[in-house]
């Protein structure tokens, strides 16, 4: 059970509950295609920043999750572009979308076709992440 600080606050003769923000860390290791996790990560994160006051301080994309972030995918005109719906939520939002390097380096996922807004890093990125945040979502 998750506990959620809160408080109760008379406004215009109501009680309102207000909920203090959370921050959080996401953790994406599906692929962007063939699974549905990323999908759901891409869309919890979505909501989570456009209706909540809570915060992402980073996507870290490790094992398969690595493929979010290249750029040579290049999905059919009716599939959903998972890579560039990513790139535009860390455009529209201030978020760090992290891909573990050596997760990448073992599945061609290189400097030379990482998508914009994605950066390669280390394991040492997501521990200081998880220690710094409310909570951690494995997706």
Aim: glycine share 6%; net charge neutral; with cysteine.
């Amino acid at each position: 059970m998750i506990k959620i600080k809160s408080q109760l606050k008379i406004k215009n003769n109501k009680l309102t509950n207000l909920i203090d923000s959370l921050s959080y860390t996401l953790v994406v290791m599906g692929p962007a295609y063939g699974t549905q996790s990323a999908y759901c990560a891409y869309q919890f994160a979505q909501v989570l920043l456009s209706q909540t006051p809570h915060t992402i301080k980073n996507i870290f994309f490790y094992a398969d999750g690595v493929y979010n972030g290249n750029s040579y995918t290049d999905p059919a005109n009716d599939e959903f572009d998972l890579i560039s719906a990513w790139q535009e939520l860390a455009k529209t939002y201030p978020l760090t979308l992290t891909v573990c390097v050596a997760a990448a380096q073992r599945r061609g996922v290189i400097k030379n076709n990482l998508a914009d807004y994605f950066h390669l890093t280390g394991l040492g990125e997501l521990s200081e992440s998880i220690a710094t945040t409310d909570r951690t979502i494995q997706f």
